[in-house]
């Protein structure tokens, strides 16, 4: 077991909920430990939110959500591309993120997995990793949208850390529907990912890049 430090850490998002899902206790546990988090989305999703909400509505889920877990709003990025149309905007998003990497200069970037199956997230990381190929990369589980996961590394959480993952996603009002958008699905995930270190709880990722 090794410890991982990173003083700046960015979160690429392809959709508002990504970095929360994907990763919500690690981020917890890195802003406890002293690190500063940022978050770029890169879609609030208006084509697809539900019926009756307003335009702008993930964004302020967004905005709820990475409070409650820690980020200060002006550490978060939101762009507007149109969701499941990134592979139309490819160099755009890459020179976005190569932007925003520029100013923020992070040590280490969570983001979706090589091998995700949804269109928008394949474009996240596969530019995510164009753009920050001279830095630490782990990308997160999403099993909704992961045929497979080298489980190559896990990120240890205590209870508190789960816990702050689970008030986060309870701000997506917008997305309680959706079947793992419930907090016994994140504990039990927590839970297995744990056990699979001999932990009571843990995150999962795959490991991208490793720059000691």
């Known amino acids: 077991m090794i410890e991982l430090r990173a003083k700046r850490i960015m979160i690429l998002a392809p959709h508002t909920d990504d970095g929360e899902f994907g990763c919500g206790g690690t981020i917890a546990r890195f802003l406890e430990e002293g690190s500063e988090v940022f978050y770029t989305a890169f879609s609030v999703c208006e084509q697809s939110l539900p019926y ?61 997995c090589m091998d995700d ?32 996961i080298t489980t190559s590394a896990f990120v240890i959480l205590e209870e508190r850390h789960v816990q702050k993952k689970v008030d986060a996603l309870e701000c997506y009002k917008t997305q309680n529907f959706r079947h793992y958008a419930n907090s016994e699905f994140v504990w039990s995930l927590a839970r297995t990912r744990g056990a699979q270190v001999a932990q009571n709880y843990a995150e999962v990722f795959q490991l991208v890049r490793l720059v000691i």
């Open 117 to 148: 199956i949804h269109q928008d997230h394949q474009v996240i990381a596969a530019e995510g990793a164009r753009a920050y190929k001279n830095t630490a990369i782990l990308s997160y589980e999403m099993l909704w949208n992961n045929l497979s």
């Open 52 to 112: 009756g909400f307003k335009e702008d509505q993930l964004k302020n889920e967004l905005i709820d959500a990475t409070t409650a877990i820690g980020i200060h709003p002006s550490n978060v990025l939101v762009h507007r591309y149109e969701v499941r149309r990134f592979p139309e905007n490819r160099q755009s998003i890459l020179q976005d993120i190569i932007d925003t990497r520029n100013d923020v200069q992070p040590d280490l970037v969570l983001m979706p």
